[in-house]
């Protein structure tokens, strides 16, 4: 069973696709699972007729608004892998599931808009993913549209975030005149023998888009006599491009990928399918398969030591029908399987797992086995809570979520007292859930708690949820903070009486949070009052 659970840990590729809003973020997810064979035809955000929606986007809101607010998690195999592919919140208004998604996976795929380059959320989202030394590889995306200069976006990565983008394909034709790529090195290389392994020969991958657009793209390899024959300057330019990135060291390095010096870095258009296959294959080719991850003392926990797993995302209600609660398991080691007992790390309490389903968008399907890397849903496991972890066999518990920085709060009022029970167990699911974070203050009182989000757009998901799923209408008036940070109590009960801030304790973890309505009063508060703690959050906005 040990070399089994080795192997099937190997064919695993759990990744997420990581982006500021609007960057294309959902559509290369499902360009990606149909070239995984997983779907038939990609949807759109919004369906047309007979083309249906976004399967990733499940919550009616995220369908009504053409965004996606939850994350999904979607299964499929390709080659002889199994891609487990996260897709995390990505309309501007997201949330801190956003981030915690990136505890879960072992490689990322950053996405930009090949007109906009590097944006705010991508560079909080890339914090996270080097703070946890997750391996990045970037996708250029909408290529097929007008687009800054190539080399100046390669530029630009390296400049503002300190990572060395090596281009394993590279564009023939600007942006808005699309013609194909040049392949700098081979795909498919490592596993299956399909194409010769290092750089291509001269020529180029021409792309034409598929009768609809729905299928995936055709692509056509042309020789080098073709390619200037058919493109001419365009073909050329790109050669002498390439040619110049492999004189300024810019060609692919496994070992500096995996280090988070670099990285692999493709472009394409995934409304049209151009460049997904080749990002699959890329990422079947090089992404890390699930390694032995460190717990809570910093001891690895062997593969193959029993099963064990940890939760970073809980989710009520998935099923309105049924008024469930699931919680998402990111497999660590050994073999789970349906219906065995796990313990609980946090507080050692046993439990069955009966109900266990692997889930795409929001179809499930129920799972007998998994394996390192893999996602699990567990249903109405109502006693864990984000960050638990559960095992089999000998005992482990993994390093806690981290918090991350919030940017809006909101004081959160009910409008009928005689609700008051509901108010409070819906805070309390909502809490659980990761959705905001709940946070109280002498000031206000405990009837009034005041809610702190990653994106304003969570407080309209609170309220609407308690609405839907408690019967509390309830409100949310907004507080002129922007940023917060962490402090000790201590610095608590110094600051209890500061003007223009507010502290608040966090029950979720016991910290104290200081709210701060810009970057500029952390000067002042550190002058006023030397020696007090205020640390940053990871993912922070301002200063």
Not at 156 to 172: F, L, N, Q
Not at 251 to 256: A, I, L, M, R, S
Not at 438 to 460: C, H, K, W
Not at 500 to 509: A, I, Q
Request: hydrophobic residues 40%.
């Amino acid at each position: 069973m040990s070399s089994h659970i080795s192997a099937e840990a190997a064919r695993r590729r759990t990744f997420a696709v990581i982006s500021h809003p609007d960057a294309g973020k959902s559509t290369i997810t499902e360009a990606l699972a149909l070239h995984g064979r997983a779907i038939s035809a990609a949807g759109a955000v919004h369906g047309k007729g007979d083309r249906k929606g976004v399967v990733s986007d499940w919550m009616s809101m995220e369908q009504d608004r053409g965004i996606s607010i939850t994350s999904a998690a979607l299964q499929f195999e390709y080659r002889d892998c199994v891609v487990n592919l996260l897709d995390t919140p990505g309309h501007a208004d997201f949330s801190e599931d956003t981030y915690r998604v990136l505890t879960a996976v072992d490689a990322a795929v950053m996405l930009l808009d090949a007109a906009k380059g590097l944006e705010p959320q991508t560079l909080k989202l890339f914090e996270v993913c080097r703070a946890r030394r997750i391996p990045v590889i970037t996708f250029v995306n909408k290529w097929d549209r007008p687009a800054k200069d190539a080399l100046e976006l390669i530029e630009e990565i390296e400049t503002r975030i300190g990572i060395k983008p090596t281009p394993v394909t590279w564009p023939v034709g600007v942006g808005g005149e699309f013609r194909g790529v040049i392949e700098r090195i081979g795909f498919g290389t490592w596993r299956d023998g399909r194409r010769a392994a290092g750089p291509q020969v001269p020529g180029m991958v021409r792309y034409e888009r598929s009768p609809g657009g729905q299928q995936s793209a055709i692509a056509e390899v042309l020789g080098e006599d073709e390619s200037i024959e058919r493109f001419g300057a365009d073909y050329v330019r790109a050669r002498e491009e390439s040619e110049l990135l492999s004189e300024v060291e810019a060609d692919f390095d496994q070992k500096t990928f995996e280090s988070g010096q670099t990285t692999p870095t493709l472009f394409g258009a995934a409304l049209v399918h151009f460049g997904v296959g080749q990002l699959l294959d890329l990422l079947v080719d090089i992404a890390p398969s699930p390694f032995s991850r460190d717990d809570a003392k910093g001891e690895p926990r062997d593969l193959e030591t029993g099963f064990s797993g940890f939760v970073f995302k809980s989710q009520a209600n998935m099923n309105a029908s049924h008024r469930d609660q699931l919680a998402f398991i990111r497999v660590c080691s050994g073999r789970f399987e349906r219906g065995m007992q796990v313990t609980q790390a946090q507080g050692g309490r046993t439990m069955s797992t009966k109900y266990a389903q692997t889930l795409f968008g929001s179809s499930r399907d129920t799972v007998d086995e998994a394996w390192p890397g893999d996602i699990v849903g567990l249903v109405n496991a109502t006693g864990l809570s984000v960050g638990d972890t559960i095992y089999t066999g000998k005992a482990v518990e993994y390093p806690p979520l981290p918090a991350f920085a919030p940017e809006h709060f909101g004081a959160l009022q009910m409008h009928d007292t005689s609700k008051a029970k509901r108010f409070r167990r819906g805070i309390a699911q909502l809490d659980a859930e990761g959705v905001v974070q709940v946070l109280y203050s002498e000031r206000r009182g405990e009837a009034t708690p005041v809610l702190a989000a990653v994106g304003p757009l969570q407080f309209e998901v609170t309220t609407a949820r308690l609405q839907a799923e408690f019967d509390v209408p309830a409100t949310i008036d907004r507080l002129p903070y922007q940023l917060a940070r962490l402090t000790d109590a201590d610095g608590a009960a110094r600051l209890r009486t500061a003007p223009g801030v507010e502290v608040f304790s966090r029950p979720r973890d016991g910290a104290f949070l200081v709210a701060l309505p810009n970057k500029y009063r952390i000067q002042t508060i550190e002058n006023d009052y030397p020696g007090i703690v205020l640390e940053p959050l990871l993912a922070g906005g301002q200063g």
